[in-house]
């Protein structure tokens, strides 16, 4: 008989101290007393990454006692375990400071990213290693190396920071590797974010990562489902911390919920669900604290909720965007001018989110935080583009986005005594092709306010007039948190 697997994907707060674990050990005997092999992906302890990637941007400056307050967080960690660690946090603790050095020396060359990627994989490194320990105590558990298991994809430019730092992996099956891995202890335990560059050496998925490398090896291993164990229940119709009326939504097909993830929720990566859509794998989404009560699940459309209910699902906030009006007066005289426009963009390593054109004008908008983009890469962008066009740069804005079936409709149901618009600019509109989500690029200054009005009037006046569909589940607060 084939085994059957589940991978279960642990964030950052869900590794960072006693209690979780024990959770993590308590949902993995819990799976195999159900018949399944289990798979553990576990993220790098919070706070970890970030403070790896603040040493490794001033990487020339850095002091030993920054070094070291890395490693007595895992000793902290270690402890509460009750397992010795030691071993592994010099370890770690040598190859950092090795890293640390070697970016320092690489500055301006590509040797830096590759430096910069296996420095970040430390955290994770770390925080499975230790939770081996831990978990052996009580199961029968192995350590797996995820870079054993995922190679990155060729870039067209492999030295870039793309290359290293956001790379991408190919979906599908791997018979060899779940055989391999079947003829292992029933639980295993792998680092997320990872994956081995072409090149050698380590890549990264990007932030966030950890998410993609539970789809790619549910994928790999022809898992039942993934489930995703965060500080939350699952997505809501909007932030939670912005608008407090926000809903739990209870089921959202694949495509929904890549709009949400594209447009700003946080709860799960566009990657991940972008893979586990390829091989059809669903997603539930599970708070930790509260582990018998079952949150969001991303599913084939038809699957768990009504294929043909239409209306906005969620209103989202898309921050760190910078929007770039290219203006050419002469642009159907111009033939090939976005072709050039788009080569240039290109060729600086940075994808495009949205564009919008017009007669004399383009407008585009870049995701800040996925290409890695300071202000320094941005106005370097605006010189070069500057030679086909005039350039104007709003370096912070931040996208609206309004992600449901039917979406071309829904700016037409506002409130027509609704005045946003006539008193703040709306520096682009960008609708899908695909009738599921309607952007829209102001101020960051002036998003939280926008986002309100186009919650209550598009979800909130619908749910109070009775129109509450089975997707809407309870708001945040009206959630049972009971472990």
């Given at each position: 008989?084939k ?5 279960l ?36 302890v ?51 400071k ?5 970016i ?53 430019n ?64 022809g898992a ?14 909007a ?5 407090p ?25 566009s ?26 699940v ?35 005289e ?10 240039q ?5 940075i994808?495009?989110d ?7 004008t ?41 992600v ?28 899908s092709?695909n009738?599921?989500c ?26 109070d ?18 472990a």
């Amino acid at each position: 008989m084939k085994d059957r697997w589940l991978v279960l994907k642990f964030g950052g707060t869900s590794v960072s101290g006693r209690r979780q674990w024990d959770t993590i050990a308590t949902l993995a005997r819990r799976r195999l007393d159900d018949g399944n092999r289990v798979l553990l992906v576990c993220s790098a302890v919070s706070g970890i990454t970030n403070t790896l990637q603040t040493l490794g941007d001033r990487a020339d400056r850095f002091e030993d006692g920054e070094v070291t307050a890395i490693l007595d967080r895992h000793r902290q960690l270690s402890g509460e375990l009750g397992v010795d660690a030691e071993d592994l946090v010099n370890h770690a603790g040598g190859e950092i400071k090795r890293l640390l050095k070697k970016i320092a020396n690489a500055w301006g060359s590509a040797d830096r990213y590759a430096a910069t990627a296996s420095l970040l994989s430390f955290g994770e490194w770390l925080s499975t290693r230790i939770g081996e320990r831990f978990l052996k105590q009580s199961l029968a558990l192995e350590w797996v190396d995820a870079r054993e298991a995922l190679q990155a994809l060729n870039e067209s430019n492999p030295a870039s920071k793309r290359a290293w730092l956001s790379a991408r992996c190919r979906c599908g099956p791997d018979e060899t590797l779940a055989n391999s891995w079947a003829a292992m202890e029933p639980v295993l335990i792998t680092q997320g974010y990872v994956a081995a560059h072409p090149a050698g050496g380590t890549a990264l998925l990007g932030r966030g990562g950890s998410d993609t490398t539970a789809a790619l090896l549910a994928s790999r291993l022809g898992a039942g489902h993934i489930e995703i164990w965060t500080d939350v229940p699952g997505l809501f119709s909007a932030d939670p911390r912005v608008v407090p009326g926000a809903r739990l939504l209870q089921y959202v097909s694949y495509d929904e919920a890549l709009e949400m993830a594209a447009s700003g929720a946080k709860v799960v990566h566009s990657r991940c669900i972008r893979a586990a859509a390829e091989s059809g794998i669903p997603i539930r989404i599970h708070d930790l604290e509260n582990t018998r009560f079952c949150g969001t699940v991303i599913r084939t459309d038809g699957e768990g909720h009504k294929k043909d209910v239409e209306g906005i699902r969620g209103v989202l906030c898309q921050a760190q965007m910078a929007v770039l009006l290219l203006q050419n007066l002469d642009t159907r005289e111009h033939v090939g001018f976005l072709a050039r426009v788009f080569a240039q963009i290109s060729e600086a390593g940075i994808s495009i989110d949205l564009v919008a054109t017009s007669e004399t004008t383009t407008t585009v908008a870049i995701n800040r935080a996925s290409n890695h983009l300071d202000d320094a890469m941005l106005e370097t962008l605006a010189e070069k583009l500057r030679d086909q066009c005039a350039v104007t740069v709003y370096p912070w804005c931040s996208g609206i986005n309004l992600v449901g079936r039917g979406a071309r409709m829904a700016l037409a149901t506002i409130d027509p005594e609704s005045a946003f618009f006539a008193h703040h600019p709306l520096l682009m509109l960008s609708q899908s092709a695909n009738d599921l989500c309607i952007s829209l690029l102001v101020h960051s200054e002036n998003a939280g306010q926008l986002l309100e009005m186009l919650h209550g009037e598009l979800i909130s006046k619908r749910i109070d007039a009775g129109h509450r569909a089975e997707i809407f589940g309870p708001t945040w607060q009206d959630i049972p948190h009971l472990a």
